[in-house]
Each structure stands twice: as structure tokens, then as C-alpha cells.
């Protein structure tokens, strides 16, 4: 399609406004892990300042400088227990959605459709009505404060997400691909690895991404089920919140920090999630 | 689901014996041997909807038979029975008289064609040939060995096909006519011995449709195997089958060869799928005289075949195939006046739109070197000896009895 240079101008100046809208706030954030706390706080604000790596020293060695003194900080710990709880979450919810996926897609059972929807209904009730009883529960057996408790908990979040956009993509797939590869004398379990799965691999990436966004960025089940060594960072970010001020420049870092792994998760995936959109040979 | 009570061999021999005995042509061969594929009673229903009704055919080995009939017969749902991948309600499917309940569809040792190629997306078409291959044990003692065998095996079905250029591109590069044969090199490749093809001709062009058709006998005669193809093209169909089985709504509404479903169809139903221009059909009631049974077309009295003087007083409709009729002089004995509305020029042959004094239309087929009228008042020639009479409400054929000689039942000569 061929367009007036006025069109491509006025369209390039558009996409330019709503970059800028939307990638400020995480720009100005990214200056701000680079400054002090009185650099940030004057007014009005400027972009001259001499860049600092103190924010990211501090939460690296863990000890955070005040001018009130010395404070540890957990941020490392932290940032690995998001790694460790998201990951894990989401690599139980996929070994357990997928396979729970294709049955729901491919096998009409009976009371299918009830199971699939009191999967998804977990993600209906608020997470506060959840918890309490969960914790008493949790501390009667000795999950509470454990990282299988927490896992456990995030299935909430993974497992009804991961299940409910994977099927879609095994529904999409047509029946008769499948129907080839067993006639070709491949027992079902082969044709489930080498047929669905990789057909449905956007789907998967997708959701596995998904899934691991709203692991990450949870905040309630982590706060009232773990202590302070296995909280993860959404958590732990509130330790910036010291007795002598808000450290301004240190969240700043940490939030630089905590984004950059799913920044890179979602790079990553870019990859199969385009490729789904042109694997357009499906259908014949 | 099927009980599978019937012992293991004993195949009933009479060809679809248990749906259409009252209708199915005596002269069905029967199978001296085991068929290689047999089918009784098999029912399959999605929620109220009966699919197939009692379905039941014989497949002698290395035979063809033809599935046909028209969209939404439950020719496709009856295929993947044999299959495998669908289960019967009801009924049992045996293959070299063993009956394939529970036996899942990689045990069955079929090759099958599906309708939309159903070719693997991320394989190539190379690998996607070489699929039925890998699960069964390859000759050869090394790993390497095998893998030879297998890319010798892929490549000679690929040259057959004339594939053998693109067996390195991914199935979304490949033409319509590419995926059709990669998928139909996937079925034939591991050189099975029953052969399932879901109308494989579908979806190409009809340049290709053509030659292909030329080329399938051919190819699965040099197989050896027992094929099964679905259509829904009549002359396909024809082209392809040693045997038709008419599966209309669910039924087998006849099984024959081609020459018996065109020329002797068991119902209304099956002439008027039959054919291009389709078979003329008109009501008639016929009577009797002295000089024995009678139809009058247009105030003239054309005497019936003396055998199917059961038709009297019945309510009937006369079937004629358009190139059964010819035009001729008002003289000739059986001509009937008629106007030529309209002419449509065929290629090799022309078709008439006539009217009746009665106003019904018929058509009237004639190859293109035959000069007729274009238009205007001329006269129809009835060959009372190629005409079918079906009983109008049940649109079942009323066959002659006895069977004098000269009606289509015994003639087996003609129009083709």
C-alpha cells in the first residue's frame, strides 16, 4: 500500500506521542536510578546532573547510606525469590495447564466445561477473602513462609491463565492434523509432543509471558504468606520506605532492576508470538 | 458401543446385506475371500443427529470402492471410523476380518488423504512425507542405515508424484496441487494396504483435478492396495471406482458398479446425482390396456416394458437421460412436439432447454457435431427402452419383472 508522504509524516508523529506518553514514566525512572535523592527532589526538576552509580552499589552490597546512618537492605534476596517464585510458578503451571489444555480442547468429557470454569473462577474471588482462611491453613500445615506454600498459592494466578489461553490455541488446531499423525502410526502421546504442542507454542509463550507478568508483579499473596527472607520484590520494595525519608533514588534502581527480567522475558517471546501470527498454514 | 460379538472372520458375504438388501442390484459381486475391509451396521450419532445409519460395505483386497455422495452424507465421518479417530455408536469395522474395536489408529496399518492435506505446518514437506515412516521399523541394522532407507523411500514416492523439487520447502510455500500430492506421497509412502483418500481432489485446480484423476487409477493399481476414495464428483466417481457405494443422508443408498448406478439407479435420488445435464424427470401415472401397460406424455400413449406392469396405478415419475433423447420428425413414432426455449453450447456438447405442450421442461443433451434446433417448435423422440420409472413418493426405482430383454436391466450397453 502505497501513502502520501503528509500521511507517513502526520503517522510517524503520532506513534512519536504515544511512545513518549506511554515510555516516560519508565524514562524518567531510568534517570532517576542515576541521581541522588537531592537531585530528584529540587525543584523544578532538571536533566543536569552528574550520573551516580551509589543506587545500584547500595542494592547490590545490600547496604543502603542514609544520612541517618547505615541500613541493610534484602533487595538481592528479594529480587532472586521473585526469579525463583515466578519461574517456579510458572513452570508448574505450564507442566499442569498444557496437558490439563489439550484435554479440555480436544476431549469433550463429561462435566468438562464445569471444571474448566471453576479453574477459571479461582482468578473471580478477590484475593483478601482468599488469604485468610489460606494462612490458617497454611500455618496449620506448615506451609506458610515456605516457597511450595507460595508456588502453591501462585497457581491461583498461573494455572486458570495459562489453561484458558493454551486451549484456544489447541482448539485452533485442526483436529485432522493430529488425526495424520496418529494414522501414521504415532501413538497419542507422540502427536501430543510433536503436533499440538509445537503448533500451539505462540499460545504457550504467550501465556507462559502472561503468567509471568502477573507472578511477578504480585504483591498480596506474597506479603501476608512470606517473611522477609522469602519475600519477592513488590514486597520488599517497601523496605525503601525508611524511618528518615523515602529513598527516591534506590526504588528507582530497584524498580529499573526488578523490570529489566521481564523486559527481557517479553523480547524474548516477541519472537514465537509474532511467529504464531504467521504461521498461517494451518489450514489448507 | 459395539459389543463385538461377531467372531473374528465370519464376514457376512452379501454386499450390504443389511441396509439396502431390498435395494441393492443382485449382481453385486460377492467376495470369495476374507474382504480386506468390512463394515457392518455402523452407526454414528452427534447428539440427535444420526450421521451414519447402519452402514454396512465390503472392500475386496485390492479393490476400490468409491464413497459418494453428496455434502453432509457422512462420507468424511464414515472414513474416520475405518480409521480409527472417530468411534462408531455402533456397528463393527473389520479389517482382514479382524474386528478393530479398541485398536487404536496407529495400530491399523492405514495411510490416509485428508480433504484439507492435513499437512504438518512446521515440518517440511520432506519430513512431513517421511512421518508414516518413522514408526515403523525401517530395514536396515544402524541408525544410519535406516535413515536411507527413509530418505530413499520419501524421494521415490516424491519422483512419482512429481513432488521431488519442493521436498525442502515448509508447506505454506507449496501451491494447492504441491500440498494435495505431499499429502497423498504421506499416504502411499509406507506403501499401506488399505488406503484411505478423504476427496483428495477437492481443493485443487481443475486443470490438475483432471490429470490427476487420469493419473490415480494408475498409481493405486500399481499399490496394489485397497483403497477407499470419497467424492462428491460424480465422474470421479465413475473414473476412479470399480465399485460406487451411495451414501445419501447417512444410508448406503446403493452399491454397484458404475455402470449399475447410471444405468439402473436404485432411487430418484441417485439418478438425479448422476449426470450433468441431471436426468429429466417427470410425473406420470401409468395405466393399462389391452396392448398392456402405457404412459402418455403430452396426449401421446408410450407403451411400457410389459415387466413393469406393476407400476400401473401407481404414482410414478419417468427418468430420462438428456442424451437418451433426440430430436427428430413429427412422423417418427414416440415424437412429441416441443418448443426449444434455450440452447447452451457445451463444447463438445449442446444442451436444450425444451418445453412441453404441457409446459414441463426438459433437457436435451447431443454432442456438438450434431446439428438441431436452435430454437422454435421441433419434435422429441422418447426411447421409451432408456427411460426409469421411480415410484414418486418413495423415489425408489420399480424394476422390471422378469426382466425382458431390451430394458436397462439386462441391457447393459449404451448411455455413458
Same mark, same amino acid.
Given at each position: 500500500?502505497?501513502?502520501?508522504?503528509?500521511?507517513?509524516?502526520?503517522?510517524?508523529?503520532?506513534?512519536?506521542?504515544?511512545?513518549?506518553?506511554?515510555?516516560?514514566?519508565?524514562?524518567?525512572?531510568?534517570?532517576?536510578?542515576?541521581?541522588?535523592?537531592?537531585?530528584?527532589?529540587?525543584?523544578?526538576?532538571?536533566?543536569?546532573?552528574?550520573?551516580?552509580?551509589?543506587?545500584?552499589?547500595?542494592?547490590?552490597?545490600?547496604?543502603?547510606?542514609?544520612?541517618?546512618?547505615?541500613?541493610?537492605?534484602?533487595?538481592?534476596?528479594?529480587?532472586?525469590?521473585?526469579?525463583?517464585?515466578?519461574?517456579?510458578?510458572?513452570?508448574?503451571?505450564?507442566?499442569?495447564?498444557?496437558?490439563?489444555?489439550?484435554?479440555?480442547?480436544?476431549?469433550?468429557?463429561?462435566?468438562?466445561?464445569?471444571?474448566?470454569?471453576?479453574?477459571?473462577?479461582?482468578?473471580?474471588?478477590?484475593?483478601?477473602?482468599?488469604?485468610?482462611?489460606?494462612?490458617?491453613?497454611?500455618?496449620?500445615?506448615?506451609?506458610?513462609?515456605?516457597?511450595?506454600?507460595?508456588?502453591?498459592?501462585?497457581?491461583?494466578?498461573?494455572?486458570?491463565?495459562?489453561?484458558?489461553?493454551?486451549?484456544?490455541?489447541?482448539?485452533?488446531?485442526?483436529?485432522?492434523?493430529?488425526?495424520?499423525?496418529?494414522?501414521?502410526?504415532?501413538?497419542?502421546?507422540?502427536?501430543?509432543?510433536?503436533?499440538?504442542?509445537?503448533?500451539?507454542?505462540?499460545?504457550?509463550?504467550?501465556?507462559?509471558?502472561?503468567?509471568?507478568?502477573?507472578?511477578?508483579?504480585?504483591?498480596?499473596?506474597?506479603?501476608?504468606?512470606?517473611?522477609?527472607?522469602?519475600?519477592?520484590?513488590?514486597?520488599?520494595?517497601?523496605?525503601?520506605?525508611?524511618?528518615?525519608?523515602?529513598?527516591?533514588?534506590?526504588?528507582?534502581?530497584?524498580?529499573?532492576?526488578?523490570?529489566?527480567?521481564?523486559?527481557?522475558?517479553?523480547?524474548?517471546?516477541?519472537?514465537?508470538?509474532?511467529?504464531?501470527?504467521?504461521?498461517?498454514?494451518?489450514?489448507? | 458401543?459395539?459389543?463385538?460379538?461377531?467372531?473374528?472372520?465370519?464376514?457376512?458375504?452379501?454386499?450390504?446385506?443389511?441396509?439396502?438388501?431390498?435395494?441393492?442390484?443382485?449382481?453385486?459381486?460377492?467376495?470369495?475371500?476374507?474382504?480386506?475391509?468390512?463394515?457392518?451396521?455402523?452407526?454414528?450419532?452427534?447428539?440427535?443427529?444420526?450421521?451414519?445409519?447402519?452402514?454396512?460395505?465390503?472392500?475386496?483386497?485390492?479393490?476400490?470402492?468409491?464413497?459418494?455422495?453428496?455434502?453432509?452424507?457422512?462420507?468424511?465421518?464414515?472414513?474416520?471410523?475405518?480409521?480409527?479417530?472417530?468411534?462408531?455408536?455402533?456397528?463393527?469395522?473389520?479389517?482382514?476380518?479382524?474386528?478393530?474395536?479398541?485398536?487404536?489408529?496407529?495400530?491399523?496399518?492405514?495411510?490416509?488423504?485428508?480433504?484439507?492435506?492435513?499437512?504438518?505446518?512446521?515440518?517440511?514437506?520432506?519430513?512431513?512425507?517421511?512421518?508414516?515412516?518413522?514408526?515403523?521399523?525401517?530395514?536396515?541394522?544402524?541408525?544410519?542405515?535406516?535413515?536411507?532407507?527413509?530418505?530413499?523411500?520419501?524421494?521415490?514416492?516424491?519422483?512419482?508424484?512429481?513432488?521431488?523439487?519442493?521436498?525442502?520447502?515448509?508447506?505454506?510455500?507449496?501451491?494447492?496441487?504441491?500440498?494435495?500430492?505431499?499429502?497423498?506421497?504421506?499416504?502411499?509412502?509406507?506403501?499401506?494396504?488399505?488406503?484411505?483418500?478423504?476427496?483428495?481432489?477437492?481443493?485443487?485446480?481443475?486443470?490438475?483435478?483432471?490429470?490427476?484423476?487420469?493419473?490415480?487409477?494408475?498409481?493405486?493399481?500399481?499399490?496394489?492396495?485397497?483403497?477407499?476414495?470419497?467424492?462428491?464428483?460424480?465422474?470421479?466417481?465413475?473414473?476412479?471406482?470399480?465399485?460406487?457405494?451411495?451414501?445419501?443422508?447417512?444410508?448406503?443408498?446403493?452399491?454397484?458398479?458404475?455402470?449399475?448406478?447410471?444405468?439402473?439407479?436404485?432411487?430418484? !435420488?441417485? /439418478?438425479? =446425482?448422476? @449426470?450433468?445435464?441431471?436426468?429429466?424427470?417427470?410425473? #406420470?401415472? $401409468?395405466?393399462?390396456? +389391452?396392448?398392456?401397460?402405457?404412459?402418455?406424455?403430452?396426449?401421446?400413449?408410450?407403451?411400457?416394458?410389459?415387466?413393469?406392469?406393476?407400476?400401473?396405478?401407481?404414482?410414478?415419475?419417468?427418468?430420462?437421460?438428456?442424451?437418451?433423447?433426440?430430436?427428430?420428425?413429427?412422423?417418427?413414432?414416440?415424437?412429441?412436439?416441443?418448443?426449444?426455449?434455450?440452447?447452451?453450447?457445451?463444447?463438445?456438447?449442446?444442451?436444450?432447454?425444451?418445453?412441453?405442450?404441457?409446459?414441463?421442461?426438459?433437457?436435451?443433451? !447431443?454432442? /456438438?457435431? =450434431?446439428? @438441431?434446433?436452435?430454437?422454435?417448435?421441433?419434435?422429441? #423422440?422418447? $426411447?421409451?427402452?432408456? +427411460?426409469?420409472?421411480?415410484?414418486?413418493?418413495?423415489?425408489?426405482?420399480?424394476?422390471?419383472?422378469?426382466?425382458?430383454?431390451?430394458?436397462?436391466?439386462?441391457?447393459?450397453?449404451?448411455?455413458?
Amino acid at each position: 500500500m502505497r501513502r502520501s508522504p503528509i500521511e507517513r509524516a502526520l503517522r510517524g508523529v503520532a506513534l512519536t506521542v504515544v511512545v513518549v506518553f506511554f515510555m516516560f514514566p519508565i524514562l524518567w525512572i531510568v534517570l532517576m536510578s542515576f541521581q541522588t535523592n537531592e537531585t530528584i527532589l529540587r525543584m523544578p526538576p532538571s536533566l543536569d546532573f552528574t550520573p551516580t552509580l551509589a543506587n545500584y552499589k547500595a542494592l547490590i552490597t545490600g547496604k543502603l547510606v542514609s544520612n541517618a546512618g547505615t541500613l541493610d537492605i534484602a533487595f538481592m534476596g528479594n529480587l532472586w525469590n521473585s526469579v525463583l517464585l515466578s519461574v517456579s510458578s510458572v513452570a508448574l503451571a505450564l507442566i499442569l495447564g498444557v496437558p490439563a489444555a489439550y484435554a479440555f480442547a480436544r476431549h469433550k468429557f463429561r462435566g468438562s466445561e464445569d471444571i474448566a470454569f471453576t479453574l477459571l473462577s479461582f482468578k473471580f474471588a478477590p484475593p483478601l477473602l482468599v488469604l485468610l482462611p489460606l494462612t490458617l491453613y497454611f500455618q496449620k500445615i506448615g506451609l506458610a513462609n515456605t516457597y511450595v506454600g507460595l508456588i502453591w498459592v501462585y497457581q491461583l494466578i498461573c494455572l486458570p491463565l495459562i489453561l484458558w489461553i493454551v486451549r484456544g490455541y489447541f482448539e485452533d488446531i485442526s483436529p485432522d492434523i493430529e488425526y495424520a499423525h496418529r494414522v501414521s502410526g504415532h501413538s497419542w502421546w507422540s502427536t501430543f509432543r510433536k503436533i499440538a504442542i509445537p503448533l500451539a507454542r505462540p499460545g504457550i509463550a504467550a501465556a507462559a509471558l502472561l503468567a509471568f507478568i502477573f507472578a511477578w508483579n504480585n504483591f498480596v499473596f506474597a506479603l501476608v504468606l512470606a517473611s522477609a527472607d522469602k519475600q519477592p520484590v513488590t514486597v520488599g520494595a517497601l523496605a525503601f520506605v525508611t524511618a528518615s525519608g523515602i529513598q527516591y533514588g534506590q526504588i528507582a534502581a530497584a524498580i529499573v532492576l526488578s523490570i529489566a527480567p521481564t523486559l527481557a522475558l517479553a523480547l524474548v517471546a516477541q519472537r514465537y508470538l509474532v511467529e504464531g501470527l504467521s504461521l498461517g498454514a494451518v489450514k489448507g | 458401543m459395539n459389543d463385538g460379538a461377531a467372531a473374528p472372520g465370519a464376514t457376512d458375504a452379501g454386499e450390504g446385506s443389511l441396509e439396502s438388501a431390498g435395494r441393492g442390484e443382485s449382481e453385486d459381486r460377492e467376495t470369495d475371500s476374507v474382504a480386506k475391509l468390512s463394515l457392518h451396521g455402523i452407526t454414528r450419532r452427534y447428539g440427535r443427529e444420526t450421521v451414519l445409519d447402519q452402514v454396512s460395505l465390503d472392500v475386496p483386497a485390492g479393490g476400490t470402492l468409491v464413497l459418494f455422495g453428496p455434502s453432509g452424507a457422512g462420507k468424511t465421518v464414515l472414513l474416520r471410523v475405518v480409521a480409527g479417530v472417530v468411534e462408531a455408536d455402533a456397528g463393527e469395522v473389520l479389517i482382514d476380518g479382524r474386528d478393530q474395536h479398541g485398536i487404536e489408529p496407529e495400530k491399523r496399518g492405514i495411510g490416509m488423504a485428508f480433504q484439507n492435506f492435513a499437512l504438518f505446518p512446521h515440518l517440511s514437506a520432506f519430513e512431513n512425507i517421511a512421518t508414516p515412516l518413522h514408526s515403523r521399523r525401517g530395514e536396515g541394522a544402524t541408525r544410519a542405515e535406516r535413515r536411507d532407507t527413509r530418505t530413499e523411500s520419501v524421494e521415490r514416492v516424491a519422483r512419482l508424484l512429481k513432488i521431488d523439487h519442493v521436498l525442502r520447502q515448509s508447506p505454506g510455500a507449496l501451491s494447492n496441487g504441491q500440498k494435495q500430492r505431499t499429502s497423498l506421497a504421506r499416504a502411499l509412502v509406507a506403501e499401506p494396504e488399505l488406503l484411505l483418500l478423504d476427496d483428495p481432489l477437492r481443493n485443487v485446480d481443475a486443470k490438475l483435478r483432471f490429470e490427476m484423476r487420469l493419473e490415480l487409477p494408475r498409481l493405486l493399481a500399481d499399490q496394489g492396495t485397497t483403497v477407499v476414495y470419497v467424492t462428491q464428483d460424480y465422474k470421479e466417481a465413475m473414473a476412479l471406482g470399480d465399485r460406487i457405494a451411495v451414501l445419501v443422508a447417512g444410508r448406503v443408498e446403493q452399491i454397484g458398479s458404475p455402470e449399475d448406478i447410471y444405468l439402473r439407479p436404485a432411487t430418484k !435420488r441417485i /439418478a438425479t =446425482l448422476f @449426470g450433468d445435464p441431471p436426468i429429466n424427470l417427470l410425473d #406420470v401415472d $401409468p395405466e393399462c390396456d +389391452a396392448d398392456g401397460p402405457y404412459v402418455t406424455l403430452s396426449g401421446r400413449r408410450y407403451p411400457l416394458d410389459p415387466a413393469l406392469a406393476v407400476a400401473v396405478g401407481r404414482q410414478c415419475t419417468l427418468g430420462v437421460r438428456p442424451e437418451a433423447l433426440r430430436f427428430g420428425d413429427a412422423s417418427e413414432p414416440g415424437a412429441i412436439p416441443v418448443t426449444v426455449e434455450a440452447e447452451t453450447p457445451l463444447n463438445e456438447k449442446v444442451v436444450d432447454l425444451v418445453t412441453t405442450v404441457r409446459g414441463r421442461e426438459i433437457l436435451v443433451s !447431443r454432442p /456438438a457435431h =450434431l446439428s @438441431g434446433p436452435a430454437s422454435g417448435e421441433a419434435h422429441l #423422440v422418447v $426411447p421409451m427402452e432408456r +427411460a426409469l420409472l421411480f415410484e414418486r413418493a418413495s423415489g425408489e426405482r420399480i424394476r422390471p419383472r422378469g426382466g425382458s430383454p431390451g430394458s436397462p436391466d439386462t441391457d447393459a450397453g449404451g448411455a455413458r
